[in-house]
């Protein structure tokens, strides 16, 4: 699935503000010139909340080209819009037999990270693509789509610097409970490696359920 947008550009979209009044936000396919893919994650209602208050829900677009720095906004023209274009690396990905509009199965735990004091965002890729995904895929059974966006630079005025964004897909809940880790010793070898390239106190996840509205 992810070879069709090989020659794409991807912004991924923090959109913050309040909720309607029945809590649940609808949000349409924009008509963006080029736009050639566009999913929609929104906070799970039905587990305890782990993003801060103000993410309403997290948007990823691939275009055929550079992204217009205006776009995020006109795509949510009601709402304050963090955008960062990302270099995408997909090391797992899931066979899509769904249709568009449909809410994909399971959950997604959306990590935005930053890298840990005295390492520059190079260097913290390069330790997440050659050190750290060895490390996960051994110690992370469960995972059913697994991607690391490095963010090339912010396109939103005055958004929160970040530097890589991750992307973990579970195939139900169970999964994420029970088959995050394979053992408590992959837990703590997983935790260690984190602690060598990531800030692990400035960061933020949500955990998200995701609608491709355009594959």
């Known amino acids: 699935m992810s ?26 396919l924009p008509d963006e010139p080029g736009l050639e893919a566009f999913a929609i994650h929104l906070p799970c209602a039905d587990e305890p909340a782990e993003h801060p208050d103000d993410v309403t829900a997290v948007a990823m677009a691939w275009l055929d080209g550079p992204p217009d720095p205006a776009a995020p906004q006109r795509w949510f023209p009601d709402a ?56 996960a895929r051994v110690h992370h059974p469960g995972l059913w789509r697994y991607v690391q966006n490095v963010v090339v630079e912010p396109i939103t005025p005055d958004a929160p610097a970040v530097d890589g964004i991750a992307e973990l897909h579970f195939r139900s809940i169970a999964d994420l409970r029970d088959r995050f880790y394979d053992s408590d010793e992959g837990r703590q070898i997983v935790a260690e490696d984190v602690r060598a390239f990531l800030d692990r106190g400035a960061g933020w996840r949500v955990l998200a359920r995701e609608t491709w509205l355009r594959s």
Do not use: Q
């Open 80 to 135: 304050h819009v963090d955008a960062y274009l990302v270099d995408e690396h997909v090391r797992v990905d899931y066979n899509k037999d769904w249709p568009d509009g449909i809410e994909s199965p399971g959950v997604r735990r959306i990590s935005f990270v930053r890298a840990a004091p005295g390492l520059s965002r190079g260097e913290m890729a390069r330790h997440w693509s050659d050190v750290h995904w060895p490390i």
């Open 3 to 28: 070879e069709a947008r090989a020659n794409s550009t991807k912004t991924v979209c923090v959109v913050r503000g309040p909720l309607p009044a029945d809590g649940t936000p609808e949000f349409t």
